[in-house]
């Protein structure tokens, strides 16, 4: 059974950065694509950001130029860097591999 575990969320004011981290369970993690995805209060959860095996990657709308998803397979590790955030980006943020979901860490952007 996979385990994805996230950390490095927190409360940031805007304009701040923070970077997520997400640590896989598995070797076959360095095989497959990985995304993550957020949920805010009374929203849907959203696709963020993706990057295959290979390292291509790519970015909702609303986070391009401003995240940057990246992987370390040695390590079975995936990051999402974050900077000049809003408001906006308060949400929870979990990461997602093609069999499992992460627990999820929070983001709060203070204005």
């Known amino acids: 059974q996979v385990q994805l575990v996230e950390s490095g969320g927190g409360l940031v004011q805007a304009g701040g950065s923070l970077r997520l981290s997400c640590t896989a369970s598995t070797s076959i993690f360095r095989i497959i694509t990985m995304a993550w995805y957020r949920q805010a209060p009374g929203k849907q959860r959203e696709l963020v950001a993706t990057i295959t095996s290979g390292g291509s990657t790519n970015y909702a709308e609303s986070v391009k130029g401003r995240f940057a998803i990246s992987r370390d397979n040695a390590k079975n590790t995936m990051y999402l860097q974050m900077s000049s955030l809003k408001p906006e980006d308060t949400a929870v943020y979990y990461c997602?591999?093609?069999?499992?979901w992460g627990q999820g860490t929070q983001v709060t952007v203070s204005s």
């Open positions: 997602k591999a093609p069999m499992a």
